[in-house]
């Protein structure tokens, strides 16, 4: 189904995504409004964006992310910028592949491709079709600028199974990732079990399955039914919060307590034991997700060169 050509740079070794963006453009300065965030930092300071890139591949990372998960439809209609989605869109993908190709290492570049309706919440998924046509719209403007397809933070079956349905007009290597239940093991945040939902995945032939945007621990959890899926590629890219709120949005609006809280005790040093208890137990790819920074890439790199030894 898909073209795995991308195998020829992806041969097996353990490689290393980047870290979330959200928290640096933060640290550097730059506003970060909950729902628009990445369309914010691209209209406001490309230039920091295509830092935060570079500053991940001197970290370590092989394969780095288009600041792209921000920019949908749904929230760029509520701030008038729906127009502009296209031409965002484009700049993400343009500024992760000029990072890349700057680099003195070959590094690959994901289109990231989040939910469509606001992250976490499964009771907001779209409908396939409607979701189907998203996706390929937002496929179709990163796809001259990346190596492969990576959807994230998909929190339900339904959610997942679309987006790979929307994958499958297009030839270029697809990676999916899963948001996993903060509070109950092996379950996404739908309540559905992550065995039933890997034995559909499987199905479509995916270069990766992995879990992302959750706590750490659960991604332990699930290590070892994601090694045993019999996708090329599993692995993992923890945030750095607490524990989601079921009722959470984007906005804030509707939170239990308003705002996802930050761990204390996650420091780059800590997050790379867990990336390392997760190679050990089948993982070849490892990264790190909303919280994060290029310092636990840079952890999680440090550590490999002795898991490799």
């Known amino acids: 189904m898909f073209d795995h050509k991308i195998n020829l740079h992806l041969d097996g070794s353990v490689k290393i995504l980047d870290a979330g963006m959200g928290k640096t453009l933060a640290m550097k300065g730059v506003e970060v409004p909950n729902t628009i965030w990445s369309a914010k930092a691209l209209l406001a300071a490309p230039d920091v964006v295509q830092e935060i890139h570079t500053e991940n591949i001197e ?10 998960y921000g920019i949908i439809m749904s929230d760029l209609n ?8 296209d031409e965002l869109n484009q700049l993400a ?7 890349a190709e700057a680099s003195e290492k070959k590094t ?20 396939e079709p409607l979701l189907v046509d ?10 001259p600028y990346v190596d492969f397809f990576l959807f994230e933070t998909m929190s339900s079956i339904n959610e997942a199974q679309a987006a790979l349905k929307a994958a499958c007009s297009f030839t270029k290597p697809v990676m999916i990732g ?8 092996n379950r996404l945040r739908s309540g559905e079990s992550l065995s039933d939902c890997i034995e559909l995945l499987i199905s479509f032939s995916p270069l990766g399955i992995l879990a992302n945007c959750c706590l750490p621990e659960r991604i332990s959890d699930a290590m070892k039914s994601l ?17 989601v709120p079921k009722d959470w949005l984007l906005d804030g609006s509707k939170s ?6 930050m761990r204390s005790d996650l420091t780059p040093s800590f997050y790379a034991e867990f990336a390392m208890e997760w190679l050990r137990q089948g993982a070849n790819i490892v990264g790190g997700c909303c919280g994060t920074t290029a310092q636990h890439i840079h952890s999680i790199s440090s550590r490999l060169a002795e898991f490799e030894t």
């Not at 993908?93 to 990072?99: L, N």
């Not at 239990?256 to 809280?261: I, R, V």
């Open 59 to 68: 970290a370590g990372a092989d394969i780095i992310s288009t600041n792209s």
């Open 78 to 85: 509520k701030e008038g910028l729906a127009d502009r989605f």
């Open 93 to 99: 993908g343009e500024i992760a592949q000029q990072a």
């Open 108 to 127: 690959l570049v994901a289109a990231s491709l989040p939910p469509q309706n606001g992250s976490y919440r499964p009771d907001r998924v779209l409908d």
């Open 134 to 143: 998203l996706y390929n719209r937002q496929m179709n403007l990163l796809e």
């Open 178 to 185: 899963l948001t996993l239940d903060d509070y109950e093991p």
């Open 227 to 243: 090694a045993g899926s019999g996708a090329p590629y599993v692995g993992g890219y923890g945030n750095a919060f607490s524990c």
């Open 256 to 261: 239990t307590d308003g705002s996802l809280q």
